[in-house]
């Protein structure tokens, strides 16, 4: 049976998008077991600095739709439809990111065929087939759903939850241009790219603000703490819904999944929705009044106090003695 693998592969000004690197990683694992070939298809952007871009992955041949020269999800779908009819593959992967979730449905119904989004954890079946997996009822669960009777097998992925897909080599994957005509009901004018700042899942220092936060001026103590430690800002959803700091802000299952060096948490429980977007964190310090909250579970620095308290002492102690967090004893 085909165990191919057809990989969406986003890019933008920059370049590849990291989440299609973190997709070349897990379809190469997907694939071991199994030894089905990787493909690319391209969605969007900058086409001039692709060959540069696609070097060392582990793709055998990789699709370029003229029509993918612009963000128009219709004519991407289309070319990505063209790319299974030709592979005939048993996996599509494609980026949880605006554009893929865009681009995604409209494959899915053109191949007949289902989709799992947003998933956080991608595993073979004994058969080969896809186990996809992601949070379900508010994360209480993970749900496990296979596609038994159609292919592909199909899935957007959530970007920052799996690891990116280091280059071997100078190899270069077979280039292959797609033309294809079509008469879309869209019409796209222009593309204007936004300029956006930095978020929070490209940070190395987070400083996270939870419910234990009163009010909002209380918020800038945090910020002063994040710019001190060279990061920044963000929050619990608790914090969102209190109108406090914008949805960019928000880590977790309904918000951004973060990977941080160093992640402190101030006055947030620990729910399972939170503890989702901080599992791949390398140091987490918590402060919480409560000995008993979760978040403690997952802490490698628990500090059981009151943040009141704690988070003056600190940026007194980063001032004065130069002392990094790990370093100062509270
Ligand atoms: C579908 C769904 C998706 C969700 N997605 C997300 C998500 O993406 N991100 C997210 O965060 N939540 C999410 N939630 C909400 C989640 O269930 C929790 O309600 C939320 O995480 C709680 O935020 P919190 O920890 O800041 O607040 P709380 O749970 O109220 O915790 C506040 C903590 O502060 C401590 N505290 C209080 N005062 C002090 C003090 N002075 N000093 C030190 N500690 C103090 C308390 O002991 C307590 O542990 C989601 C829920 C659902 C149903």
Known sequence: ???????????GENGLHASSLELIGKALELAQPCGGSLYGVVMGGNAERLPEDLRGLPLQRVYIGQTCRTYDAQECAETVVECVRRIDPSVLLISGTCFGRSVAPRIAVACRTGLTADCTELERTPEGGLIQIRP???????ARIVTDHTRPQMATVRPGVMSSCVRQGDRMPELCALSRKTDGHIHLLDVQPLKLAAGIAAQ????????????KEDLVMLEHLAQRMGGAL?????????GLLPHEKQIGLSG?????????TCGISGSVQFQAGIRRAKTIIAINSDPEAKIFDLAHIPVCGDLYEIVPKLIERLEKDGESVEEVSL
């Open 204 to 215: 190395k220092v987070l400083v996270a603000a939870g419910r234990g936060v009163k009010r």
């Open 136 to 142: 379900a009822f508010g994360g209480d669960i993970m």
């Open 1 to 11: 049976m085909n165990q191919d693998i057809l990989i969406c592969l986003e890019t």
């Open 256 to 264: 951004a999944t973060v990977s941080p060096d160093l992640l402190l």
């Open 234 to 242: 963000a929050c619990s959803r608790a914090l969102v819904e209190k």
